[in-house]
């Protein structure tokens, strides 16, 4: 799975819920800019933030590394 494709999926989902980055990364505990690396495909996403991520987007976890 490539991050970028999972970076791309975790942006879509938060588009289409309205949440700003700026919110979507507060309510992780990381900075806006992580968050956009993420989104970015530029760090790889620990799994345990990966399962965070998708609590909060309320999308289930294979939907998010679905490429």
Known sequence: MKNYSI???IRKYRSML???QEVLAAELGISRV??????NGHVNIKFNTLKHI????CVNIELLIKE
């Open 7 to 9: 970076g791309a999926n």
């Open 18 to 20: 309205g949440k700003k």
């Open 34 to 39: 992580m968050l956009s690396r993420y989104e």
């Open 54 to 57: 998708s609590l909060l987007l």
